[in-house]
């Protein structure tokens, strides 16, 4: 399927009369709806379009085995044709953050501002008695994997039991799933220009602050925040109005 601004499907928030445009972009797995409560908290200052990531939610699935590239490639005719005449902002949850890096990066005139929630996209270096367990259960798999293969047993029961929550459920988008998390953004946050606010929970596991102190090295005019006790998933519920307090601080300064 060659992807076209007509296949992504989105929800739109706000009368259209402001002059900031809020592209709103969820975590793997996830919908539209994720941001709908941060999204609504800013109707005061911004109109909001809130979108299925291609492959989830309403959006069709990519036919091919799309990496970061080719969402933001499929993304920016998307962004291109709402945005015009105002100030178009990406807020992007972790794969969706991911996608606004490789947007920003490739597109730099596509965005005025970005916002990367505990984003995805750079590798971190994990302790060495985690990189031997990780190393381990991986050749354990891989091992049984081919043994299953060898006896003709359905290899299901080993995804279930060895694979990552996301890797579990992702069922036809797995093959996507394993390239983008494969993928190191450096390059394409280097290349990033526009005015980006970076938000990481102190308690993530999944993208650590650690992620975002990188990012904040890596992108000129930046700004870096860790909000105390929140983690991946909080920074969307508990945490909601002080991530919307730093979209509504960066829409000022644009």
Sequence with gaps: M?????????DSLGAGDKDFLI?????WGHNKKAFSQVAESLQGVADSILIDLPGFGDSPKPESVWGVDEYASSICSFVDERSKGKKAIWVGHSFGGSVGVGLAGSFPETLDGLVLVASAGLRTERPLAQRVKVWI?????KLLKRIFNLLGRDTDSLYAKFGSPDYKQSGEMRQILVRTLNQDLSAA?????CP????YGEKDTATPPAVG??????????EFVVLDTLDHYTLLSTGR???AKRIKQLIEGL
Excluded: C, E, M, P
């Design 213 to 222: 102190q990188r990012y904040s090295t890596l992108i000129d005019n930046s």
């Design 2 to 10: 060659n992807y076209s601004a007509d296949d992504i499907s989105f």
């Design 137 to 141: 259960r991986v050749r354990t798999f």
């Design 23 to 27: 592209f709103w972009a969820h975590g």
């Design 241 to 243: 109005h002080q991530v």
């Design 196 to 199: 980006t606010v970076i938000i």
């Design 189 to 193: 946050a280097q290349k990033i220009s």
